[in-house]
């Protein structure tokens, strides 16, 4: 993710291909509000494949009524995906990433008709998709809750998946055994890895007792101070 806030150190530039400008929001009756960051990065001329973010994130809460709104009602969803790719066509952008969260477990169909409109339209403009999907929920060892995102239908209809991973410690404990192993697993099983990206925090971690708060490198560093390495 891509903010005005955010710049880009030199050292990663040759090791990126893709940035997601972040700042648009899904808005009432099928409209989009916000702007990408006006920074280099994420101009027509970046050296990177500029994806921007459009997410339901409003304040601290995730609009996810706003999302069930628009994708039920036909004419929101046509007007919806229109402005879409309008935004594409007009910023020259070569596609979108669509973060849509907490939308109602039961319009599953609903959300898999919008993403498939919108792929066939940002196609038809030579643009892609991305989607960064919800973290399911582990119901056995074999079995998860994915809510209103069908990973099947959706792994076939978009360009690229983006895979969040779990934030927990535990996840990782195990090797091959791990949670996150199950998990990935059975992503693969569902989605062409090909088209999976995976996403993850590059905060850091201050834990306290079983709860933790998000903490960037540079004050973990204030805290425990620089490691003395040989």
């Known amino acids: 993710d891509l903010t005005a806030k955010t ?31 006006d920074v280099p990065e994420a101009s027509a001329s970046s050296p990177y494949q500029v994806l921007p ?15 069930d709104d628009m994708m039920t009602n036909a004419n929101t969803r046509k007007m919806h995906i229109q402005t879409l790719v309008d935004l594409a066509v007009e910023k020259l ?33 030579d643009k892609i998709l991305s989607v960064t999907m919800a973290l399911p ?32 410690r535990e996840s990782y404990a195990g090797d091959a055994s791990s949670p996150v192993n199950a998990y990935l697993t059975w992503a693969v099983g569902r989605v062409d890895r090909y088209k999976l990206q995976l996403t993850f925090s590059a905060q850091g971690r201050d834990e306290f007792g079983t709860a933790y708060a998000p903490i960037s490198f540079a004050n973990a560093f204030n805290i425990v101070g620089v490691p003395d390495l040989p």
Not at 53 to 67: A, E, H, Q, S, W
């Open 7 to 37: 710049s880009l150190p030199t050292q990663v530039t040759p090791l990126l291909a893709e940035v997601n400008p972040v700042g648009l929001t899904i808005a009432e009756n099928g409209g989009v509000a916000g702007s990408v960051p």
């Open 53 to 67: 973010t459009i997410t339901n994130f409003d304040g601290d809460k995730y609009r996810g009524d706003l999302v």
């Open 137 to 168: 929920e582990q119901k056995s060892l074999d079995t998860w809750a994915t809510d209103a995102f069908d990973w099947t239908a959706i792994g076939q209809i978009a360009d690229v998946v983006k895979l969040p991973l779990p934030s927990t």
């Open 93 to 125: 952008y070569p596609g979108l990433n669509i973060d849509y969260q907490e939308v109602t477990p039961a319009n599953q169909p609903a959300f898999t008709t919008f993403v498939r409109e919108l792929a066939q339209a940002l196609h038809a403009k």
